[in-house]
T-cell receptor, first 113, second 114 residues
């Protein structure tokens, strides 16, 4: 099955700086890569996703890049704000139409004011 | 529109007991997925239901089962509880269970097995 590795496990950044989280996956058939944000006491929330036919996608301060050859994808958060503090998960699935996601272990992001 | 709701939010059971967790998806959503979240194993897929049929299943023992009703509400059951079943159980719904639809997670049910 799919194996997703995520780094770093914790990340502390100064407010206004950028944060980068990297993930690698093992199954070359994977073609959908979502990113989730989980705040304390809540379920994960989808923040951005990318498909294998796209190399980069941006939504305001958040961007995701995908390198299918190297089998890795990254989340970039620019101009970080205190409300960006949360646990972030990357995920992948090799099935085009199924939400059978394999998740990374998560990155705890702390934005220092 | 109301979000995904899960009941109960917290549950304490003892080894050997069985437990049933409930999930009400967003109105109109037909796909419901279940995930187990633990500090050691992270988020792991349990199973997914669409129109009362299980479409996908993760690598969990047969003690974990689920079902979906005609109104799309779903339940998952864990029999013969073990200490290792202590986890946050998350339910997620999407309109059609396809990746062009956003998947919305509920707040989870925290299960503690003593």
């Amino acid at each position: 099955g799919e194996n997703v590795e995520q780094h770093p496990s914790t990340l502390s950044v100064q407010e206004g700086d950028s944060a980068v989280i990297k993930c690698t996956y093992s199954d070359s058939a994977s073609n959908y890569f979502p990113w989730y944000k989980q705040e304390l006491g809540k379920g994960p929330q989808l923040i951005i996703d990318i498909r294998s036919n796209v190399g980069e996608k941006k939504d305001q301060r958040i961007a995701v890049t995908l390198n299918k050859t190297a089998k890795h994808f990254s989340l970039h958060i620019t101009e970080t704000q205190p409300e960006d503090s949360a646990v972030y998960f990357c995920a992948a699935t090799p099935r085009s139409n199924d939400y059978k996601l394999s998740f990374g272990a998560g990155t705890t992001v702390t934005v220092r004011a | 529109k109301a979000g995904v709701t899960q009941t109960p939010r917290y549950l304490i059971k003892t080894r050997g007991q069985q437990v049933t967790l409930s999930c009400s998806p967003i109105s109109g959503h037909r796909s419901v997925s279940w995930y187990q979240q633990t500090p050691g194993q992270g988020l792991q897929f349990l199973f997914e239901y669409f129109s009362e049929t299980q479409r996908n299943k993760g690598n969990f023992p047969g003690r974990f089962s689920g079902r979906q009703f005609s109104n799309s509400r779903s339940e998952m059951n864990v029999s013969t509880l073990e200490l290792g079943d202590s986890a946050l159980y998350l339910c997620a719904s999407s309109a059609r269970g396809v990746l062009t639809d956003t998947q919305y997670f509920g707040p989870g049910t925290r299960l503690t097995v003593l």
